[in-house]
């Protein structure tokens, strides 16, 4: 394989075949983009098909060392034996040298969720502008109907069915689902759509807009939901997958139904809503400490 692998220009055709062909979101595309610069330079001036298995794991091991938690560098392996795949693909590349790998264990940890209380002291914030209506509605919407960041950012209008209270979202690897919207989101997204025409650029199709009138990013959309907490009087910071988990537990908590919770996060597989099993029993865990006669005191 020729030393064109590490020309940005096979890089940003390989960006390209997961935007076009795999149907990856911009979001995981730009940190793929990061992991394979990192490759390059870990690997310098090695051209990257004379590299070998024992190489990949002496990377794997700085970036450890580094403080890539085990999930990251899992991504990070990932990242790298897919484009090897596509330089192999394309580019003649004879082996993959990250294949049969597994990154470091690191301790499993729950995702944090806000309390019912919180999360309704969070939405029940005060309406001045359009920016707050504007607000109020993507944080009334994270949290009725558990969307990810990236699904909040790419809705348009024409998404929204206020009559069958639902919403269409087009989530991971492009597949859509459709949402329930709640009450309170149906009542704070119609009252931005009433005044969005005052801030959006007469072209502008996304349902919700930055202060300049474009489609709003999603750094704009976590710095606003960590301004809000804080002035809402959360004491932890929070950021708009939380309220994706917060979603998540507390349809659990009330249900049960670990299915339906699966079906509305748009998980692929039920194994990564599991994880919502264990913070329900945390919550009856501590519940049963609190009301038990016989809880609190150990043998």
């Not at 301790?107 to 359009?130: G, I």
């Not at 990013?217 to 301004?227: A, F, Y």
């Not at 913070?279 to 006669?293: M, R, S, T, V």
């Amino acid at each position: 394989m020729p030393d064109a692998a590490q020309d940005p220009a096979t890089l940003l055709g390989y960006l390209a075949y997961l935007l076009n062909e795999r149907n990856y979101s911009p979001h995981t595309s730009d940190n793929y983009a990061r992991d394979i610069r990192r490759l390059f330079g870990l690997a310098g001036s090695t051209p990257l098909s004379e590299l070998k298995s024992h190489h990949i794991r002496r990377y794997i091991a700085q970036l450890h060392g580094s403080g890539l938690s085990g999930r990251s560098l899992a991504r990070v392996l990932s990242s790298w034996r897919g484009f090897y795949n596509y330089l192999m693909r394309d580019h003649g590349c004879k082996v993959n040298p990250c294949v049969g790998l597994r990154p470091p264990k690191s301790p499993k940890t729950l995702p944090h969720a806000l309390s019912p209380d919180e999360a309704v002291k969070l939405v029940e914030m005060k309406v001045e502008t359009p920016l707050d209506a504007r607000d109020k509605a993507m944080f009334e919407l994270l949290y009725s109907s558990g969307l990810r960041l990236a699904e909040l950012v790419s809705l348009d209008p024409i998404a929204m069915d206020f009559a069958d209270a639902s919403v269409r979202v087009t989530g991971k690897g492009n597949k859509t689902r459709i949402v329930p919207l709640g009450s309170h989101a149906i009542t704070a997204l119609k009252a931005w759509l009433a005044v969005r025409d005052q801030v959006a650029k007469p072209e502008e199709t996304a349902l919700f807009v930055g202060s300049k009138g474009a489609r709003i990013s999603p750094r704009t959309v976590e710095l606003q939901l960590d301004k809000w907490a804080l002035k809402q009087g959360l004491n932890s910071s929070v950021h708009p997958h939380m309220l994706r988990h917060s979603f998540a537990t507390h349809v659990l908590q009330s249900s049960g139904d670990l299915r339906a919770v699966q079906e509305m996060l748009g998980h692929a597989s039920i194994s990564t809503t599991q994880v919502y099993t264990h913070l329900d029993f945390q919550y009856l865990a501590k519940i049963y400490d609190g009301a038990h006669p016989r809880a609190k005191k150990k043998p």
